[in-house]
């Protein structure tokens, strides 16, 4: 009998956030049906959006349902984990253009909750603030770069002078 049932991981991928971002990320086929992938094939890809549990990812390639790939995503310079994932769905899709793609649903499987912590914390939007400032810094920083966000400063508002506050009486 399966430890994970596919329908219980599918409601579980689906708990946290999804985010839009490419992610570079390798994969290497680790089981497929027959006709199919070949055990050991490697394919590089890009992250159509992902979550702590799960990444979608466009594909011309045919993938069968249950297919065991290892994945390596770069989330960042620091930061590239290595885990087990499970093709869960497989969709026909087709762009503006009239070209179709599928869009291959993956989750993760096995990954300890500290793992899953530390990618949904590379996955949170980065900001710097920066108290005071007179101009936002909106220059990215490394890591926020490297997953598609841009560090932005923010100034503290103060009462201008010679406006009253009315929650203070003088």
């Known amino acids: ?15 946290d956030p999804r985010y839009v971002r490419k992610i570079f990320f390798s994969l290497r086929v680790l089981s497929a049906a027959e006709g ?5 094939e490697t394919v590089e890809a890009e992250t159509y959006d ?8 466009k594909s011309d390639l045919t993938w069968q349902l249950d297919t065991e790939v290892e994945l390596t995503l770069q989330l960042s310079s620091s930061f ?8 869960l769905r497989s969709d026909h899709l087709g762009d503006a253009k009239g070209k179709s793609f599928k869009l291959i649903a993956l989750q993760f499987i096995g990954l300890e909750p500290e793992m899953q912590a530390q990618i949904r914390e590379s996955l949170t939007p980065k900001f710097s603030l920066q108290k005071g400032s007179e101009e936002a810094d909106t220059q990215p920083d490394e890591e926020a770069e490297t997953i598609g966000w ?8 103060s009462p201008q002078k010679g406006k009253s506050d009315p929650d203070q009486e003088s």
């Open 50 to 57: 992902i979550s702590a549990g799960g990444l979608r990812f």
């Open 80 to 87: 590239e984990p290595t885990f087990v994932g499970r093709v």
């Open 150 to 157: 841009s560090k932005v400063g923010i100034t503290e508002l």
């Open 1 to 15: 009998m399966e430890d994970n049932p596919p329908a219980a991981n599918q409601s579980q991928s689906l708990k």
């Open 36 to 40: 199919e992938r070949v055990v050991g």
